[in-house]
């Protein structure tokens, strides 16, 4: 399997350390996050993985390169401008060819287990999507996900406080199928201007395509 890193944004949030390097590119523990998200996928048997990037991209290819070094095998997808996470996610249609593949963002702290998981929570859910789900204390700040059983009915982001229903939020770990490139055709702006993947997943909800949710332990998921 395939993985997918999202890495093209600034970090606006984040500035003024983010003026000569993107977030991802910050230190951790001696490390950029995105090497921590590589080491992640790599751990977990994923060594074929592309890297969306936009912002300060050089200083990133220029700190990962081909990723041998890594163990792994990296490629680039340049996102020219900031259309979202399915705008970036569109975009490797080719890197990922038909088969499924594994997406997260390149500013997560992840352990290996939490994508082991949710690679291994695919495996019976192979036309569709698996995410990662975790409670949370502050539901509003993320995209909260309702379950019927493993089954996710629907996905809210960033609801109001009256629109609260639950704290299990989108952790940002995906399986995709192919069929998400139909649905990210059909995505529409969001209120922000960005096509959101998680519309594009409502989307496929809509259509009866089944997406499925696997809870993950915090102790593997930072959010920086």
């Known amino acids: 399997m395939k993985g997918l890193l999202l890495a093209a944004g600034e970090g606006l949030r984040l500035h003024p350390l983010t003026l000569t390097r993107s977030k991802h590119m910050l230190p951790v523990g001696g490390k950029p996050i ?21 912002y300060k991209k050089e200083i990133i290819q220029s700190y990962l390169g081909d990723g ?4 792994v095998r990296v490629s680039y997808i340049v ?15 080719r890197f990922v060819g038909d088969e499924r593949f594994f997406v997260t963002y390149g500013d997560l702290c992840l352990g290996s287990d939490a994508v082991r998981r949710v690679v291994t ?15 949370v204390l502050n539901p509003e700040l993320y995209g909260v996900v309702q379950l019927k059983g493993e089954k996710v009915t629907d996905i809210i982001e960033k609801p109001s406080a009256d629109a609260i229903r639950g704290n299990l939020a989108n952790a940002g770990l995906y399986v995709f199928s192919p069929r998400i490139f139909e649905a990210i055709r059909r995505t529409a702006r969001s209120p922000r201007g960005e096509f959101e993947v998680t519309d594009s997943i ?11 949710a696997v809870e993950i332990s ?7």
Do not use: Y
């Not at 041998?68 to 163990?71: A, I, M, N, V, Y």
């Not at 996102?79 to 249609?93: K, S, V, W």
């Open 121 to 135: 929570a695919s495996e019976s859910h192979s036309e569709g999507v698996t995410l990662a789900v975790l409670p």
């Open 218 to 224: 915090a102790r593997d998921w930072l959010d920086v």
């Open 68 to 71: 041998s070094k890594f163990g």
């Open 34 to 54: 995105l090497e921590h998200v590589v080491l992640a996928l790599s751990e977990a048997g994923i060594d074929d993985i592309g890297i969306v990037v936009g």
């Open 79 to 93: 996102q020219e401008q900031a259309t979202g996470t399915a705008g970036a996610i569109g975009l490797a249609d």
């Open 202 to 212: 409502r989307l496929l909800i809509q259509s009866g395509c089944p997406v499925s």
